[in-house]
């Protein structure tokens, strides 16, 4: 399978796509994730991207493209894979579809999961990342067993510098400018799902699981 997970941020595109590719063997490609090591391993492109994720904007598309690029020579993606904050705008969808064009790839479904502000604020202003694997918390919904502590693997848990309400609502008010052009983009495609993603993490998760079984019953006809 080859899924776009779309939605805000704190829809639960990271959580679901990191559950997503455990249950179904597929590669995980957060564009966040990239970023956010890139950035910690003071690399050429994490110095030019850290100011514009602190302040809750989007990096350049250009620096976008090529690191998404790079990431697609890699062998495990083969496998199928879970794209996960990418594409952002209209034009980061159009260099997909090139990205795809090269490499011969179908896309079989875009998830889009859908959030309402409250619930999104309240989410990533308790969100707690693990700094070693990368796995997600929360404060109150989902507190580790240890506080501050990991439960997979046991390293230090921190709050993202981006998850502060200001820069949580800057973050809202960029991603609603772009949203409605991508929404429109995959539903010409006939490409796009809806789901609503304000319920538990498990049942939003095998609604996605749902959805993908019936989408690949339905392409082996
Ligand atoms: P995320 O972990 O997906 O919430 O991304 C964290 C931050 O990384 C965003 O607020 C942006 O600053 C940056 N970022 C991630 N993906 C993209 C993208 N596709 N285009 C531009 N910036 C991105």
């Keep these: 399978m080859r ?17 997503l590719a455990d249950k179904m063997n597929l ?22 991207a850290k100011d514009f994720m602190e302040r809750g904007l989007l990096v350049p598309d250009e620096l976008m493209s090529k690191m998404l690029f790079e990431r697609f020579t890699q062998q495990d993606v ?24 090269q490499k011969d790839i179908d896309i079989d479904m875009v998830a889009y999961l859908d959030s309402s502000d409250s619930v999104i604020i309240q989410r990533l202003s308790g969100r707690l990342v693990c700094s070693a694997c990368g796995a997600n918390f929360h404060k109150t919904n989902m507190p580790p067993n240890k506080n501050g502590i990991c439960d997979k693997c046991g390293a230090s848990l921190f709050q993202r510098t981006d998850d502060k309400e200001e820069t949580i609502k800057k973050r809202l008010e960029v991603y609603k400018k772009e949203d409605s052009g991508l929404i429109k983009y995959y ?20 609604e996605i699981i749902a959805l993908s079984k019936k989408l690949h019953d339905s392409l082996k006809v």
Aim: net charge positive; proline share 4%; no cysteine.
């Design 78 to 101: 083969k496998k199928g894979f879970i794209l996960d904050g990418y594409p952002r705008n209209l034009a980061q969808a159009i260099t997909l579809e090139g990205i795809f064009k």
């Design 187 to 206: 539903q010409q495609k006939n490409k796009l799902y809806r789901l609503s993603a304000d319920g538990e993490a498990e049942a939003v998760l095998n």
């Design 27 to 48: 590669a995980h490609i957060s564009t966040g994730d990239i970023l956010r090591r890139n950035v910690l391993e003071g690399t050429a492109l994490g110095k030019e």
């Design 3 to 19: 899924i776009i997970l779309l939605g805000p941020p704190g829809a639960g595109k990271g959580t679901q796509a990191k559950r």
